[in-house]
Structures are given as C-alpha cells and as structure tokens.
C-alpha cells in the first residue's frame, strides 16, 4: 500500500514538474519571438544578420541613413525603412548557446609536434567546427530564431533529408544528376536588347576536361595560408566576385581561370566591371538570381540585378571574351538537392557562389581542391583576406544556406582531416570518378 502511495506521489510530482519545465519553455521561446519582433534581441546571429544586409551594427549609431541604403543587399531594395535596433540584454537565457570561440590558435600544428599530437588537435578542432555549422544549421530552421523570409518565394515540394543518412557516394549521385546550365545562344530567343545574339554558342569548357582544379574561397582564413604555390599548381583555378590576386600571391596564387560573379559585381559601380582588369582575359561566369518557380523568360525580363545592358556591353568591348551567364533554374536545382539532403529548413534564398563554383566544376575536373571554404585552424572572425573587416557570419553564413552548404561539402570530402583543417583544404572527387 505504502509503494503504491509513493509511487504516485512520485508520479504525480514528475507530471507537474515535467509541465513546468514544458511551460517554461514555450515561455521562453515565446518571449524570445517576442523580442525579435520587436528587434530587442541580442542573438548573435541575428545581429549578424543585421549587420549582413546593412553593414554595421544595430548599436552603430554613426551611420546615416543613406550609408544604410548602399549596403543593402538582394531582398532587401531600397524603399526598405530601416529601423535601429535597440541593444538589451535578453529576459530569458539564450538557447542557442555561446558564440563559437574563435580562438582557434591552440589547435594549428608546429613543427615539433608529433604526429599523434597533430591528429588529436585536429580532430579536436574538426569537433568544434562541425559542431558549430550544425549549430547554425539548426537555428536557420528555427522559425521562432530566424526570420522566415522568403524573397524568392519558394515552394519546396521535396522530402528534406539528412545527408548522413546516406552514404557520400549516394550524395555524390544525387549531385550528379544536376547539371549547372549556362545559357547558350539558341536558349534565349533574342531576349531583352537582343541578349541572344551576345550569348556564346556552346556551353562552358563544353569540350575540355581538366585534371586538378582549385576552388579558392575568399575567406580571412587564406590570409598568411602560405597555400599560393599549392592553388597555382591546379590546372584550372576558380576564384570568386572581386577578389584579387595582386599582392596576396604567396597566400592565394597569380594563376586564374574562371571568376564567378554575382550579379551585384556586374552591376554596381563600385566594382568597375567593365574596367578593372581583374576581369579581363579569364573565363568569366555570373549569376543572378529568378524567383524560385520563374521561367528563364520570366528572369530575362525582371532579373534581381540587371546585368544584361552591361553583359551586352562587355561583350562588345571584348569580341572574344568568354562571358556565361549561369541558367537561373540551376541555382534553384541545386538549392532543391541541399534541402533535399538537410534535416532542417534551409534559408529560402539562394546557395552561395562558393557552392555553386563547385557545381560548375564537378563535371569538369578529375578532382577538386576547395581552399578555406570549410574552415579550418587558421578561421578567425575575419571576413576576407583581402579587407580587414571582421564579420563571422561570411564564414558560418546567415544570408546564404553556407552552413548546410560545408557540412556537406566536408561530407563528401575524400582527403585526410589533417589536410583539410592544418593545410585548409577539401578534395572532391569529379563526377567522372563517380560510378552510379
Ligand atoms: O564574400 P564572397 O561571397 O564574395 O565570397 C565568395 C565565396 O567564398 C566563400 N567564403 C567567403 C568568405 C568566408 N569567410 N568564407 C567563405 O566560405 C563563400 O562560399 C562565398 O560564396 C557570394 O557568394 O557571391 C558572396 O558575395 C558577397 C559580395 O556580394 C561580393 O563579395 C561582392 O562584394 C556577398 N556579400 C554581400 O553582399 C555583403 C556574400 O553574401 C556572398
């Protein structure tokens, strides 16, 4: 009689207290909801996030609002009323734990370590990093956290998957299956200013096959990398937007093959595209993104960008160059096969170039070694190595899916760890080694 008096007690005190705690919590997150509606909270991401699309920080009170409306980026256009967020603490705890400590100089390899010693720091690290963009990941998917935007209005109707629920060649497959389209001179029936008769009349590389291919990723992490003469030695080196070679040579490498460019670099002044020699005489590919259902007519007449009177132009100036314009619905394609094979709900925006660098290249290559773009040891809060500027959310992403983007990248990644996150680098097998 007296166990079954206890034994209800103690269920019935693991019933409340288990109510509590389930309350506290849809308490908690209401609140924080409540917070970032009315731009009060101190998430760090989502600071960074602010900081992503205007350039500086909620508290930054020195910025005007005019300076605010050059920053702005993609989704978010000009007639957008910009509101200063108040900087408070939070009333509740923050769940989503502490910002990655980005003192990562304790786990680079000396000389006079031992192998061992190496292994362990590096797998230690490797720990902490994957941990990290899973972290991210998840609080993309958290519509309570991060904002559900959807400028593109995408309709994903597939299954969302988990990519470790697969094996790396299984995703390799899938990945296969996509092909990264340029547009060609028989695909655009004229087009706005007669685009079609300025497109190229064959596909990129459409004949060429390469053996060794770099991916060089613009991230601070290549500052004082030393990794020049490894990039240079790739048949084929792909680097992104505006970032320069002259002057980081021994970090970065002289040699370039192919630049892909968003459409804001084509676009807006400030990068003197049809001028700066940064992008003459190398194979040049920029993208632009559609709204997620969009026909390619659809897109050529409201592209996001409008690079089209500038591609025109280029192409006039520079007869021979060879200027491809990335088929928007490949963009979506390859988004489709992230979500596909991510547990949790991506950002509704587009994959950054750096995934898409890869896409283009995957057929072409026999491999593909991408510099910093998971990163490794030497990460810090710096943005590029070629700008000072510190911002964490370039390497860990907030605008662009980058954190679903790397974790599968270093899953379908065939070299050591050592290499990866000592050296900075991950190598990804071309589709022709791929046998499906
Ligand atoms: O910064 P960005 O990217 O030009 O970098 C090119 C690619 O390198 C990888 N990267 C970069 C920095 C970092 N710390 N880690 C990284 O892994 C990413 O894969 C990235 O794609 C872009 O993708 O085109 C992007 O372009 C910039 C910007 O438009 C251009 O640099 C021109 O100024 C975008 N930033 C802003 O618009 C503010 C960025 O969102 C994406």
New binding site residues.
């Given amino acids: 009689m007296r166990a079954l008096v206890v034994s209800i007690w103690v269920f019935i005190n693991l019933v409340f207290f288990g109510m509590c705690g389930y309350m506290y919590l849809l308490w908690s997150q209401y609140w924080m909801f409540i917070e970032r509606q009315t731009g009060t909270t101190t998430s760090t991401y989502d600071q960074q996030i602010y900081y ?2 205007r ?1 500086f920080l909620p508290n930054d009170s020195n910025k005007t609002h005019n300076e605010t409306k050059l ?1 702005i ?2 989704s978010l256009k000009d007639n957008v009323t910009v509101t200063l967020i108040k900087n408070s603490k939070p009333r509740f705890p923050n769940l989503q734990g502490r910002e990655f400590e980005l003192d990562t100089k304790k786990y680079i390899c000396f000389k006079n370590d031992s192998f061992k010693n190496c292994s362990s720091k590096s797998l230690e690290f490797k720990e902490k990093i994957l941990k990290e963009l899973r972290r991210v990941l998840e609080d993309e998917g958290n519509v309570l956290k991060i904002s559900a935007e959807n400028p593109y209005n995408v309709q994903y109707k597939g299954t969302k998957g988990n990519f470790y629920d697969k094996t790396p060649k299984e995703i390799m497959c899938e990945l296969k299956k996509i092909q990264v389209k340029t547009l060609k001179r028989g695909d655009v029936d004229r087009g706005p200013h007669n685009l079609g008769d300025f497109l190229p009349k064959r596909g990129l590389f459409e004949n060429r096959k390469f053996n060794s291919c770099a991916i ?6 290549l500052k004082d990398s030393n990794l020049g003469k490894n990039i240079d030695a790739h048949d084929l080196v792909l680097r ?4 320069p070679t002259k002057g980081f040579e021994p970090d970065v490498g002289r040699k370039t093959t192919i630049r ?3 459409s ?2 084509v676009t ?1 002044k ?2 003197n595209f049809l001028e700066s020699d940064i992008y003459k005489n190398v194979t040049i590919v920029a ?1 632009d993104p559609s709204n997620y259902k969009a026909t390619l007519d659809e897109w050529l007449e409201k592209p996001e960008f409008n690079l089209f009177p500038t591609y025109i132009e280029y192409k006039k100036r520079n007869v021979k160059a060879r200027f491809f314009l990335i088929n928007p619905q490949s963009l979506w394609e390859l988004w489709d096969f992230l979500q596909d094979n991510s547990p949790s709900r991506l950002r509704r925006n587009p ?7 890869l896409g283009i290249l995957l057929p072409l290559c026999n491999f593909i070694d991408v510099f ?4 490794s040891t030497r ?1 810090t809060k ?3 190595y070629y700008d000072p500027e510190d ?2 959310a ?2 860990f ?1 907030v ?2 899916p ?1 954190a679903a ?2 974790l599968l990248t270093y899953y379908i990644n065939t070299i050591d760890d050592r290499t990866v996150f000592q050296d900075g680098y991950v190598r990804i097998s071309g589709f022709k080694n791929v046998k499906c």
């Fill in positions: 992503y699309n350039g920053r980026k993609h060089v990723a613009s991230a601070g992490a992104f937007n505006h970032a892909v460019l968003n804001q670099v807006r400030e990068f993208w994959l950054s170039s750096g995934f898409l660098g910093e773009y998971v990163p990460v710096r943005c590029h911002n964490p370039c390497t992403g605008w662009h980058l983007e790397k």
